[in-house]
């Protein structure tokens, strides 16, 4: 199948899906630059754009061009910059009544350096006023916002207020996502109440200072009891989703995890990319989803590698929350942003039983990468829509794989983000075949939101 003979979802849901977001929100001025410079280097744009951005505007964006009714709760400036930050979500369906606007203050914003050779960006971030409990009300107030959502989402900022809605959302029964992007003070407190976490590749051996990914997976998911799953974006590495049985189950093995990704990932490789396009990007690019494997006879009781040192785990924890520190204005208050604990699973902790999950990125045209800014909160938006709507789990990271590749064909966060009708039916609505790349995809059936 080509561009010319794709045929996008021209159909909405058939009902309203509410879903609330609690976080970020601003401008980005991108620079997109030849390559990044070096100290003392004077150079020139090749292109220079100022758009919305913040991780949690993003992936709101992300998620209502899916379909969804997104709800945005955050706080910017009284100036020009925050009515057209206003405006740009609401052209793009997001409900901005819950907007605060702090008079005499400037609006978040960030300057993006897309270098266009190295294929990174480099963000300077400048925040806003700070939103402070106070201005969330009351319970009932809260009770308002929750009202009809099937599920909220924080992208752990403005964490002393967003605890209050997190507990709030868990005592009314909403499940609660939040997003582990980087060490920030207040995000393990977040992270305790949350049903289902995301992270970016390097949050887990941020967290817990572990040597390899592996390990650090299995201590980021057992300190975490309460998620149902943890999901961590590996970028061109694709994703990996460690989750828990419905219900209790006995595992049917202990196994390193380190020995299950290194199958699941020769699996992935194997298979390769759909042989169908799911996907055309708005300047005609074709994007075709990539392989998802689960692995067979979960699940599983993980356990780290033999080699796990962990004193030499604690110290790197404790470098790694300085340097977070340091790069949020913040030196010297490293104790504010270092997890809790630091130790592996033990022999009187509760066991880490769970299905490993992995998916592939999905596959561009040679040179189709314009520029990744805003490729996590893509993922993340179609996250929130997967666990909406209710779509199997290995098909809501298909869909995220492909949403966050068609954003990455466009310089900034959001004007790459696919609506419904540049997607196939099939992929949003999780009715491809399950072994259509011939891998083990698994059978689970992630239960609606709302349930």
């Known amino acids: 199948m080509t561009s010319s003979q794709f045929k996008g979802c021209d159909a909405p ?144 900022r403005l964490t002393e207020a967003a605890l209050l809605l997190a507990a709030r959302a868990r005592e009314q029964g909403v499940p609660v996502l939040v997003e582990a992007e980087r060490l920030r003070p207040g995000l393990e407190a977040l992270l305790q109440l949350a049903d289902y976490v995301v992270t970016s590749a390097h949050f887990p051996q941020d967290w817990t200072g572990e040597r390899e990914l592996a390990d650090a997976l299995v201590v980021t998911a057992q300190r975490l009891p309460s998620a149902r799953f943890v999901i961590t974006t590996l970028g061109t590495r694709g994703s990996i989703m460690l989750e828990r049985p419905a219900k209790d189950t006995a595992a049917a093995s202990s196994v390193p995890l380190a020995t299950l990704m290194s199958q699941l990932q020769a699996q992935l490789q194997a298979a390769g990319p759909s042989a169908v396009v799911d996907c055309v990007s708005k300047n005609g690019l074709e994007i075709r989803s990539g392989a998802v494997a689960t692995a067979p006879g979960g699940p599983f009781h993980l356990t780290c590698s033999s080699s796990r040192d962990a004193a030499a785990a604690s110290q790197q924890a404790a470098e790694a929350a300085e340097r977070a520190a340091a790069l949020n204005a913040d030196s010297g208050a490293g104790s504010r942003y270092a997890g809790s604990a630091t130790s592996a699973p033990t022999t009187t902790s509760a066991p880490l039983v769970v299905h490993v999950t992995m998916a592939s990125i999905a596959s561009l045209p040679a040179g189709a990468v314009v520029d990744t800014t805003g490729a996590g909160d893509a993922f993340i938006g179609s996250v929130l829509y997967g666990l909406a709507v209710g779509l199997p789990r290995p098909d809501m990271l298909k869909l995220a794989a492909v949403v966050a590749a068609c954003k990455c064909t466009a310089l900034g966060a959001r004007p790459g983000l696919p609506t419904r009708g540049q997607l196939s039916a099939d992929l949003l609505h999780g009715k491809q075949q399950q072994q259509q790349h011939g891998v083990a995809q698994g059978a689970q059936v992630g239960a609606s939101a709302s349930a």
Request: proline letters at 6%.
């Open 13 to 156: 849901l058939p009902k309203q899906v509410k879903v609330l977001g609690m976080g970020s929100c601003g401008v980005d001025y991108l620079a997109s630059v030849a390559a990044y410079p070096k100290p003392d280097d004077k150079l020139r744009t090749e292109t220079l754009e100022a758009q919305g951005g913040g991780n949690c505007a993003n992936a709101l964006t992300a998620a209502s061009r899916l379909g969804l009714s997104p709800v945005i709760v955050t706080k910017i400036g009284g100036d020009g910059l925050g009515d057209g930050i206003i405006t740009e979500l609401q052209e793009d369906g997001v409900d901005t009544s819950h907007i605060m606007r702090a008079a005499g203050h400037p609006s978040p914003f960030t300057y993006i350096i897309v270098d266009r050779s190295g294929g990174t960006r480099t963000c300077i971030h400048t925040p806003g006023a700070a939103l402070v409990p106070e201005e969330m009300g009351g319970p009932a107030d809260l009770d308002r916002l929750l009202e009809g959502a099937a599920l909220v989402y924080f992208d752990g």
